[in-house]
């Protein structure tokens, strides 16, 4: 299970990193930079620390997944991107992937 949690905290790490990327205005402010390389630092310590027992397909299919929805989420609510029903219907999709993965797969390490 401390694995599930290292995953998780890989994930939030590297969100936190690229949202502070896009604040960052292309390495250009010194505080949101600073949160880029130390955001990814921690992700990508804590994704090898996951990689250990979850297999790494299944590791990265889940980062990306949860990544990307969470990503969007914030573009939302903090820089105004706007989302279509294609993009609402695509990120349901990447959900209910992640899903289906951890309920019915054989391969995830519960």
Do not use: C, N
Not at 18 to 40: C, D, N
Not at 74 to 84: A, E, M, N, R, V
Not at 91 to 101: D, Y
């Amino acid at each position: 299970m401390k694995h599930w949690l290292f995953l998780a905290t890989a994930i939030v790490a590297e969100t936190i990193a690229t949202s502070s990327l896009k604040a960052s205005e292309g390495f250009t402010r010194f505080w949101p930079s600073m949160l880029v390389i130390l955001g990814f630092a921690i992700a990508f310590y804590f994704l090898s620390l996951t990689l250990k027992v979850i297999p790494i397909g299944i590791a990265y299919a889940v980062w990306s997944g949860v990544g990307i929805v969470l990503i969007t989420t914030i573009s939302w609510f903090l820089f105004g991107q706007k989302l279509d029903l294609p993009a609402l219907v695509g990120i349901a999709l990447i959900i209910a992937g992640v899903v289906i993965m951890q309920v019915f797969s054989k391969v995830v390490s519960h």
